[in-house]
């Protein structure tokens, strides 16, 4: 059983100390996926779909390569989805809580701010550039 939150946005947004916002960057950096959306959007012009955003994050979980067909190989409907369905109600919700990304729910459409961009580079400087 998932336990209920008070506040969502208590666990999300950047506090008024460094302290809080430091943690809040932990947070937002320690899921995979949320670093992949970032990822994604930093490697484009900083907007996608959220379709766009599962097919990569699964092609990439997936380690699969590019084929002739398919730009993402052979990766099944059922991941694609999987990952679309954590991204909708998790980790999308959780980077646009912390103003991170913005996203229209009408086009669901994924853009990286001037504040996510800030944290990837904090997440650069602990770990380096992504390859």
Same mark, same amino acid.
């Given at each position: 059983? $998932?336990?209920?939150?008070?506040?969502? =946005?208590?666990?999300?947004?950047?506090? =008024?100390?460094? %302290?809080?916002?430091?943690?809040? &960057?932990?947070?937002?950096?320690?899921d995979r996926r949320r +670093?992949?959306?970032? @990822? /994604?959007? =930093?490697?484009? @012009?900083?907007?996608?779909?959220?379709? =766009?955003? %599962?097919?990569?994050? &699964?092609?990439?979980? %997936? +380690?699969?390569?590019?084929?002739? $067909?398919?730009?993402?190989?052979?990766?099944?409907?059922? #991941?694609? +989805?999987?990952?679309? $369905?954590?991204? *909708? *109600?998790? *980790?999308?919700?959780? !980077?646009?809580?912390?103003?991170? $990304? @913005? /996203?229209?729910t009408e086009t669901e459409?994924?853009?990286?701010? #001037?504040?996510?961009?800030? !944290?990837?580079?904090?997440? #650069?400087?602990?770990?380096?550039?992504? +390859?």
């Open positions: 059983m $998932i336990p209920l939150l008070s506040s969502p =946005e208590s666990l999300t947004a950047f506090g =008024e100390t460094r %302290a809080d916002a430091v943690d809040t &960057a932990m947070d937002l950096l320690a +670093r992949a959306v970032l @990822d /994604y959007l =930093e490697e484009t @012009d900083g907007t996608a779909t959220l379709t =766009e955003l %599962a097919v990569e994050i &699964a092609a990439r979980e %997936a +380690r699969v390569e590019p084929n002739a $067909i398919s730009d993402h190989g052979d990766v099944s409907a059922r #991941d694609r +989805r999987a990952v679309r $369905i954590s991204l *909708h *109600h998790s *980790h999308v919700p959780k !980077l646009a809580n912390a103003d991170v $990304i @913005d /996203y229209e459409t994924v853009t990286l701010t #001037d504040r996510g961009r800030s !944290l990837l580079s904090r997440r #650069d400087a602990v770990q380096g550039p992504p +390859r």
